[in-house]
């Protein structure tokens, strides 16, 4: 039961996934820029046309679309729905600079999550929490889309909320970056749950036998923004701007000494402009990703992270605990919450008994008490 993300099997939605689906959607990207001045740019009529594909896409899937206007342009909203606990938001914008078509900034995240969107309808996935896609407008000049969504969040959405940024996701000389959720390797501080998100693509990574570099969110407009109203944040980055160097060559393959994506912000940035190996396996751990929060409750992933916790403790006899975890966690599953909530008051019962005996320090106790009632409360 280590790690909630080994259990979510997304193999059927990453078959249906493609990259060849994925690049039909950018070549279409590509026509409009062609047919509307060589770009996509928020307010233009590029950006209308693209915005236009996407919602004819998504309606056609059966998606009730949403028009979420601002200053003069707008975001597209398309939702699935579930439970209010956790709501899972999956973003990428889609507008282009103005000096280029944007095909892989950012035709690359907003391609990738419009096929998942489209194949989590088409394979009928029932979606424990809610999931809200997003296209936004105006990231790449004022981030009044990211902004005016925010603030148009209720302060119960803003708790249960959490956030995934596709933004550069097929960068020709490229970088498997996953955003630094933990700040293990930056100094920005996260949201609280921005390490599960982290940790749910590395599991992943992990398990395809990929290797992964941590990056900050620095180059990203859309993340600060989120960030700053306390809703955990994570997401997938193949390069941008910055120079690829020999370590990074070494490990990820490509040109050292070359910028990730040469054709950053430029006129150059057409459907030409892409790593097809990156974008496969960023879209397919987006998907990965997606379907995981999509499917795992936020009681669920209290108590395995619970049973993670208790397992880890360097205490005698300590199998009770985590049988009555186990329970509980199957109890859970099986929609019987009555039966899981009398087995960890259970578990809080033994959790005080081996405080009295000595078996557990008070700090230990008070932290598997205070857990186990957190998912008391949310289970009642
Ligand atoms: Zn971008």
Redesign the pocket.
């Given at each position: 039961m280590l790690g909630r993300a080994a259990e979510i099997d997304s193999s059927a939605l990453r078959a249906v996934v493609t990259l060849q689906a994925i690049r039909g959607h950018q070549a279409e990207l590509q026509a409009i820029a062609n047919a509307n001045g060589g770009n996509r740019a928020e307010g233009t009529s590029g950006f209308n046309a693209s915005l236009d594909y996407v919602a004819d896409q998504l309606f056609a899937a059966g998606y009730a679309v949403t028009i979420e206007s601002f200053d003069t342009t707008a975001n597209l909203i398309a939702e699935l729905p579930g439970s209010d606990d956790r709501l899972v938001i999956v973003g990428a914008?889609l507008d282009s600079v103005s000096s280029g078509p944007?095909i892989q900034?950012?035709g690359s995240?907003s391609a990738a999550i419009l096929e998942i969107a489209l194949q989590m309808k088409a394979l009928n996935i029932e979606s424990v929490n809610r999931v809200r896609f997003v296209w936004w407008s105006g990231?790449?000049t004022s981030s009044h889309g990211v902004l005016s969504h925010v603030l148009n969040m209720s302060m119960s959405e803003r708790e249960a909320a959490l956030y995934l940024n596709f933004?550069?996701i097929g960068s020709p000389n490229f970088v498997r970056f996953v955003y630094d959720g933990d700040s293990s390797d930056s100094v920005t501080v996260n949201p609280a749950g921005s390490e599960k998100i982290e940790a749910v693509f590395l599991d992943y990574f992990a398990g395809q036998g990929l290797a992964t570099k941590a990056t900050d969110f620095s180059?990203?407009?859309a993340l600060p923004i989120f960030r700053i109203a306390g809703i955990p944040v994570g997401g997938l980055f193949a390069g941008?701007f910055a120079i690829k160097t020999t370590d990074e060559a070494a490990i990820f393959g490509g040109t050292a000494g070359d910028q990730h994506d040469p054709c950053h912000h430029l006129a150059c940035d057409t459907f030409a402009n892409v790593s097809l190996e990156v974008l496969d396996q960023f879209s397919d751990a987006a998907a990965h990703a997606v379907l995981y929060f999509a499917l795992t409750s936020i009681v669920e992933e209290r108590l395995a992270d619970l049973i993670s916790t208790v397992r880890g403790l360097v205490i005698p006899s300590k199998d009770g605990l985590s049988a009555k975890l186990d329970a509980a966690l199957t109890a859970v599953e099986a929609g019987n919450e009555r039966a899981a909530m009398n087995i960890l008051r259970a578990f809080i019962n033994q959790v005080e008994a081996k405080r009295r005996s000595g078996g557990l320090s008070n700090a230990e106790a008070d932290a598997l008490v205070a857990t186990a009632q957190i998912i008391i409360d949310s289970l009642s």
């Amino acid at each position: 039961m280590l790690g909630r993300a080994a259990e979510i099997d997304s193999s059927a939605l990453r078959a249906v996934v493609t990259l060849q689906a994925i690049r039909g959607h950018q070549a279409e990207l590509q026509a409009i820029a062609n047919a509307n001045g060589g770009n996509r740019a928020e307010g233009t009529s590029g950006f209308n046309a693209s915005l236009d594909y996407v919602a004819d896409q998504l309606f056609a899937a059966g998606y009730a679309v949403t028009i979420e206007s601002f200053d003069t342009t707008a975001n597209l909203i398309a939702e699935l729905p579930g439970s209010d606990d956790r709501l899972v938001i999956v973003g990428a914008h889609l507008d282009s600079v103005s000096s280029g078509p944007g095909i892989q900034d950012n035709g690359s995240g907003s391609a990738a999550i419009l096929e998942i969107a489209l194949q989590m309808k088409a394979l009928n996935i029932e979606s424990v929490n809610r999931v809200r896609f997003v296209w936004w407008s105006g990231e790449e000049t004022s981030s009044h889309g990211v902004l005016s969504h925010v603030l148009n969040m209720s302060m119960s959405e803003r708790e249960a909320a959490l956030y995934l940024n596709f933004d550069m996701i097929g960068s020709p000389n490229f970088v498997r970056f996953v955003y630094d959720g933990d700040s293990s390797d930056s100094v920005t501080v996260n949201p609280a749950g921005s390490e599960k998100i982290e940790a749910v693509f590395l599991d992943y990574f992990a398990g395809q036998g990929l290797a992964t570099k941590a990056t900050d969110f620095s180059e990203h407009q859309a993340l600060p923004i989120f960030r700053i109203a306390g809703i955990p944040v994570g997401g997938l980055f193949a390069g941008a701007f910055a120079i690829k160097t020999t370590d990074e060559a070494a490990i990820f393959g490509g040109t050292a000494g070359d910028q990730h994506d040469p054709c950053h912000h430029l006129a150059c940035d057409t459907f030409a402009n892409v790593s097809l190996e990156v974008l496969d396996q960023f879209s397919d751990a987006a998907a990965h990703a997606v379907l995981y929060f999509a499917l795992t409750s936020i009681v669920e992933e209290r108590l395995a992270d619970l049973i993670s916790t208790v397992r880890g403790l360097v205490i005698p006899s300590k199998d009770g605990l985590s049988a009555k975890l186990d329970a509980a966690l199957t109890a859970v599953e099986a929609g019987n919450e009555r039966a899981a909530m009398n087995i960890l008051r259970a578990f809080i019962n033994q959790v005080e008994a081996k405080r009295r005996s000595g078996g557990l320090s008070n700090a230990e106790a008070d932290a598997l008490v205070a857990t186990a009632q957190i998912i008391i409360d949310s289970l009642s």
